[in-house]
């Protein structure tokens, strides 16, 4: 399983094309050209980025936890399942194309932060990255009522 770690970066062109970090395209073989699902986060203002297979698994995991014939269930089930896009970074450079609509949702203008999230890549706008970063007495507290 491929782990993301750091923070980087990145300019959006008019297209809504995004190069990979550097860092996360080495983590796959010269040969290997991954295929990635990008999904709305249910509880920040970003997109995740995973690999497909990881995408599978998570899927398969929240999937089996519903019953299909449960009208709510089958709610969430849709609602989970909306707005995802598979893509595909392009031999040359490693470059991918969200779709303009899921970067507008998390509020994109001109760059992205990727900030790897061990077994996802999280995709933010800038500007809302940093607001969303906790104090250290906000970390050391829920540090304490997590783990304490």
Request: hydrophobic share 40%; net charge neutral.
């Amino acid at each position: 399983m491929v782990k993301f770690i750091g923070e980087y970066c990145v300019k959006v062109d008019d297209k809504g094309r995004i190069i990979i970090p550097a860092p996360f395209k080495a983590l796959f073989g010269k040969e290997e050209r991954p295929v990635f699902v990008v999904k709305r986060d249910i509880y920040a203002n970003c997109l995740q980025m995973l690999t497909f297979q990881e995408w599978e698994k998570e899927s398969e995991e929240v999937r089996q936890r519903l019953n299909q014939y449960n009208r709510e269930h089958a709610q969430f089930w849709r609602e989970y399942m909306r707005g995802m896009a598979m893509v595909e970074p392009d031999e040359k450079i490693g470059r991918i194309s969200i779709p303009k609509n899921l970067l507008s949702e998390i509020g994109v203008t001109k760059e992205v932060i990727f900030a790897g999230n061990n077994h996802k890549i999280e995709i933010w706008a800038k500007e809302n990255y940093e607001k969303e970063k906790m104090t250290r007495s906000e970390i050391i507290a829920l540090t304490e009522k997590i783990l304490g």
